[in-house]
């Protein structure tokens, strides 16, 4: 699933994204962080099981993926 790697010359784990191969820090992969992982912030989104894109994504593929599952935002009826 995620590559999880530490950078040269410090303590912090690193995952890689499944979709773009970006790297990017992942609180629940890190061991060294008592804090959730940036995404737990965000609205709860998946890829379909068993696509290639399974796994973690980094900051910038998991918004856009959460945007573009948003529904249009309808405007507004008028008042009459």
């Known amino acids: 699933m995620t590559a999880c790697h530490t950078l040269a010359n ?3 784990a690193m995952s890689q994204c499944t ?3 970006a790297t990017f820090q ?5 061991p060294n962080t008592n804090t ?3 995404c737990t912030a965000l609205p709860p989104a998946v890829p379909v ?3 290639a894109a399974a796994g973690c994504w ?3 593929c998991l ?3 959460i945007t573009a599952l948003a ?5 507004a009826a008028s008042a009459k």
Do not use: E, F
Request: with cysteine; hydrophobic share 20%; proline share 18%.
């Open 10 to 12: 410090s303590n912090i």
């Open 19 to 21: 979709l773009c191969g």
């Open 26 to 30: 992942c609180g629940q992969r890190d």
């Open 36 to 38: 959730p992982c940036w």
């Open 49 to 51: 099981p068993g696509s």
């Open 58 to 60: 980094c900051p910038s």
């Open 63 to 65: 918004q856009a993926h």
């Open 71 to 75: 529904p249009p935002v309808k405007a």
